[in-house]
């Protein structure tokens, strides 16, 4: 997998990246701590054969899937699924 961006984020006097990556068609986001995966939790898109992931890249608005990964990190989600069991 290759990786496309880091973005550095901090909660909670603690620092985490947000990695976005990519192979093929498919694009994974997802949060690390230290060089760790934070969670369970990744956000995947799958590109059609016909599309150019780099192109989609370099132009799509990865925003909101952002967002949303910080905000399993914000609202503890991980933790919480485990503790289900």
């Known amino acids: 997998m290759e990786l496309y961006k880091k973005i550095p984020w901090q909660h909670n006097s603690l620092e985490y990246e947000i990695r ?3 192979s093929d068609k498919l694009i994974n986001i997802l ?6 995966p934070q969670s369970g939790f990744r956000y995947q898109v799958q590109v059609p054969k016909s ?6 890249l370099e132009t799509a ?4 899937i952002v967002e949303a990964v910080k905000d399993d990190i914000r609202e503890d989600r ?8």
């Open 31 to 36: 949060a690390f701590k230290d060089n760790y």
């Open 61 to 64: 608005d990865f925003t909101h």
């Open 51 to 56: 599309n150019d992931v780099k192109k989609i």
């Open 78 to 85: 991980w933790d919480k699924l485990l503790k289900q069991n």
């Open 20 to 22: 976005i990556m990519f």
